[in-house]
């Protein structure tokens, strides 16, 4: 089975300031895919990135930054110079890469407060 | 292009009554899921369809709950005899393909047993 853990459930920070969320996935498979979705307060969910077993660079996109390490199970997700726009609930998920399951299994999420 | 599109956004029913849920996914998309979402916890799977085929039911909680997607495209999700432990948020999404492609979600049917 497959098990997704994000340890902070809440995190609060002024403007400006960096953040990591963290994500520890579980799985007994070698080959899956992980992901980072937002939860703003409108309540959609909005995919952010896909990151597959076998590629541990890290990746860049603005002011976000994701770094995968398999030695630990990690899937962290740091956001640079924070701004008020990203308050939001922040999930980490794993999918297993078919012919798994074709599930995605979600952590509980991070509520994500970012004060001005 | 139009994303993932769920009616109705909201659904206040009676216990004892059936509830249609209903999805339409983004258009050339083969998969499409069911995930349910309680307050303050993530998404968890339902059951997903390639096509019309309904490919993996196991998170479907008990046989009140049931789904189809009769010509491979809208999906509708339907409850019988509701109970307020069913109250939560449905969420829809779908792939390109059913090879663990991106899932994108829609905005969800808040549902609400009384």
């Known amino acids: 089975a497959q098990k997704v853990t994000q340890a902070q459930t809440e995190i609060s920070v002024v403007e400006k300031e960096d953040v990591t969320l963290d994500c520890v996935y579980e799985?007994?498979?070698?080959?899956?895919?992980l992901f980072w979705y937002k939860q703003p307060p409108s309540g959609e969910l909005v995919f952010l990135i896909r990151?597959?077993?076998?590629?541990?660079q890290n990746e860049i996109s603005g002011r976000y930054s994701w770094n995968f390490q398999k030695s630990t199970s990690s899937f962290n997700f740091t956001i640079t110079a924070s701004q008020v726009v990203d308050s939001a609930v922040y999930f980490c998920a794993l999918s297993i890469i078919p012919p798994g399951a074709q599930k995605l299994v979600f952590g509980q999420g991070t509520r994500l407060t970012i004060n001005p | 292009g139009a994303g993932v599109s769920q009616s109705p956004r909201y659904k206040v029913t009676k216990r004892g009554q059936d509830v249609a849920l209903r999805c339409d996914p983004i258009s050339g998309h083969v998969s499409l899921y069911w995930y349910r979402q309680a307050l303050g916890q993530g998404p968890e799977f339902l059951t997903y369809?390639?096509?019309?085929?309904?490919?993996?039911k196991s998170g479907l909680p008990n046989d009140r709950f049931s789904a189809e997607r009769p010509e491979g495209s809208i999906s509708t999700l339907t409850i019988q005899r509701t109970e307020q432990r069913d109250s939560a948020m449905y969420r829809c999404?779908?792939?390109?393909?059913?090879?663990?492609?991106?899932?994108?979600f829609g905005p969800g049917t808040r549902l609400t047993v009384l």
């Open positions: 990151r597959n077993s076998f590629d541990e």
């Open positions: 799985t007994r498979d070698t080959t899956y895919y």
């Open positions: 999404a779908s792939s390109l393909e059913g090879q663990a492609d991106t899932q994108y």
């Open positions: 369809f390639n096509y019309e085929a309904q490919q993996d």
